[in-house]
């Protein structure tokens, strides 16, 4: 089982970026795939998620500016942010509830 995301950066604030995540290893279709983010000195929260059927949840700190999706064909998952703030600035997972796989993340960093 492996999740692995990738495409952070570093972006100004009010910029984009697109994360990836590739999942392989496990039923992709069966799960709710979800991303996660760790800043420094915090605790890893959840940013947002999609089910099976495509139905997504953001957390109310992202709400409007990020958007979740996925392309079962591929097994991927991917988050657009739009309009970052430097308070997003974190390393970014993508994994399942069930948290079957950490991987190393990916780090994104927005400054101001």
């Known amino acids: 089982v492996q999740l692995q995301a990738s495409g952070g950066g570093l972006v100004q604030a009010g910029g984009s970026l697109r994360l990836s995540c590739e999942a392989s290893?496990?039923?992709?279709?069966?799960?709710?795939i979800g991303w996660f983010r760790q800043a420094p000195g915090e605790e890893r929260e959840g940013v947002s998620c999609i089910s099976s059927s495509d139905s997504t949840h953001y957390a109310d700190s992202v709400k409007g500016r990020f958007t979740i999706s996925k392309d079962n064909a591929k097994n991927m998952v991917y988050l657009q942010m739009s309009s970052l703030k430097p308070e997003d600035t974190a390393v970014y997972y993508c994994?399942?509830?069930?948290?079957?796989?950490w991987g190393k993340g990916t780090q994104v960093t927005v400054s101001s």
């Open positions: 290893g496990f039923p992709f279709d069966d799960y709710v």
């Open positions: 994994n399942t509830p069930e948290e079957l796989y």
